[in-house]
């Protein structure tokens, strides 16, 4: 069908291969394994003169477009300098049961549905010192009639 076919072509397939293999792995590990897999490599470059210090309670936004090719390569990184990391995704994305240990769920606003138990995990997540991943998507992660 063309839906296996897409699925397929978007690597899902590959994924789900990596969740059947070790259902248990932590949203870490399961997050490093993926690079591998995916052959994704990346770091974060910090001048030689900067010690880095561990982030505490920040957002960052990153752009959106590979997807999961983006977020393999950015979270990673990201944790090295921002520990206690959780990126806010779509609801469907918890359906890869790894990912849910280090996500926080999102309704899409095409939905309708309200996402109040979300706003109140990413409040209470960056008061007690944790970090904040947020791939914008859909009308949200534009600014002016489609342009990013």
């Known amino acids: 069908s ?6 397929k072509w978007a690597g899902y397939d590959r994924v789900q291969k990596g969740v059947d293999l070790n259902p248990r792995q932590s949203g870490r ?3 490093h394994r993926m690079r591998m897999e995916f052959g994704v490599r990346s770091r974060i470059l910090i001048p030689d003169a900067e010690t880095p210090r ?3 309670s920040a957002v960052f936004f990153c752009t959106h477009h590979t997807g999961a090719l983006d977020f393999l390569a950015a979270y990673p990184e990201l944790e090295k300098i921002a520990p206690n990391l959780l990126v806010v995704v779509n609801s469907q994305i918890q ?4 990912l849910a240990l280090i996500s926080i769920p999102v309704h899409p606003i095409s ?3 309200r996402n109040e138990f979300a ?3 990413i409040r209470e997540h960056l008061k007690n ?5 947020v791939f914008p998507a859909g009308k949200v992660g534009y600014l002016n009639h489609g342009e990013p």
Do not use: D, E, H
């Open 54 to 56: 561990a982030i505490k």
């Open 95 to 98: 359906k890869i049961k790894p």
């Open 119 to 121: 706003r109140t995990q």
């Open 129 to 133: 010192g944790g970090n904040i991943l």
């Open 2 to 7: 063309m839906r296996k076919l897409l699925l």
């Open 111 to 113: 939905s309708g549905k």
């Open 29 to 31: 590990a399961f997050v």
